[in-house]
């Protein structure tokens, strides 16, 4: 693969293609009683490169695990690498949400003191894709049918039948020459409840819940309680909130969490009193962030906001 191609201004670009890569949806046949079906889904990633409307498979993957699996995708080739991390959801129309973060970096040559310089872009990317459909990556741009380079990622839900989970599986049907692609995989928790409460001298002043998915922002109001003061219930507090990350880590799993907090006036314009907040804590314990001189409230004392993430019903972190 050539990396010296035009339209690198462009450098992603998506689609969605009708039936650009078939593959049949696998159903099991008459099931034993004694075993539960599983739902799964399937992933064919596959690289195509065409010259003068030839086109040529260069690799091909298929990802097989329970709705929610991951994969990551790298691309290395003379000069350039792309880097991706994929983030899927099942929605109950069969559709996949594919969330993806791209970085891609595309060697430039030599400074004048002969240190190397790089062309480095990031992107985020989302789209819906269904059985019939295709997410295109075109990773140097979108140059025609004659002379292209794309990565086409489509979808099937299927069915197994086992008596226990599954594991989630990697088959390299045709690997990249010279390892020039890489996909990896896996399966973590995307669904969450956010309990957030502010709280000072041990007295609950507001509170607020709501359910989040990973690396999504979720803006969640914060409700007065009885012990708190007037200007509190004129002047409300809300928290946008990302559940930025979750780690497997035994005895305890860990989140890390990203947050803005916001508070209106009572003619509705919004300020910010903490910008890029951040943390990491337990898995169902209480993360403290200290807002006492950020917020100001009458009478003196340690004012808190205190976060409480824990999986949301039906999600498991084993």
């Known amino acids: 693969m050539n990396a010296r191609r035009s339209g690198i201004a462009q450098l992603l670009f998506w689609a969605l293609a009708i039936g650009i890569c078939a593959f049949g949806l696998g159903r ?19 690289a195509i490169e065409a010259h003068s409307n030839t086109p040529n498979l260069i690799s091909e993957t298929l990802i097989e695990g329970p709705p929610g699996t991951d994969f990551n995708l790298n691309l290395k080739s003379k000069g350039f690498v792309l880097t991706t991390r994929f983030l899927t959801d099942l929605l109950p129309d069969q559709r996949v949400e594919m969330r993806a973060a791209l970085e891609t970096r ?15 872009d990031t992107q ?10 295709a997410a295109v990556l075109f990773p140097f741009g979108q140059e025609g049918d004659s002379d292209s380079f794309k990565i086409v990622i489509t979808q099937n839900p299927i069915e197994r039948t086992a008596k226990r989970p599954m594991p989630l599986e990697i088959k390299l049907v045709k690997p990249a020459p010279n390892g020039e692609i890489e996909v990896t995989a896996r399966k973590i928790p995307h669904r969450f409840v956010a309990r957030l409460a502010l709280v000072r001298n041990g007295q609950t002043l507001a509170q607020g819940e709501s359910s989040c998915r990973l690396e999504a922002v979720q803006e969640i109001k914060l409700i007065p309680a009885g012990a708190a003061p007037e200007t509190l219930h004129q002047l409300p507090v809300a ?14 799993d860990t989140v890390g969490i990203h947050f803005d907090v916001l508070q209106s006036d009572p003619a509705g314009a919004v300020k910010s009193l903490v910008r890029n907040g951040a943390g990491v804590g337990t898995l169902g314990e209480p993360l403290k ?5 950020f917020l100001s409230l009458p009478n003196t004392g340690t004012c808190e906001l205190i976060f409480t993430i824990r999986l949301a019903e039906g999600e498991s972190s084993d």
Do not use: K, M, W
């Open 124 to 133: 985020r990317q989302s789209v819906l894709v269904g059985t019939d459909e």
């Open 28 to 46: 099991a046949g008459s099931q034993p009683t004694t075993a539960a079906t599983v739902s799964r889904i399937q992933f064919c990633i596959t």
């Open 106 to 120: 595309r060697y430039l040559g030599q400074s004048d003191h002969n240190l190397p310089l790089y062309e480095i």
């Open 239 to 252: 928290v946008a909130l990302t559940v930025s990350d979750f780690t497997r880590s035994r005895p305890q």
């Open 289 to 293: 962030y200290d807002l006492t001189n």
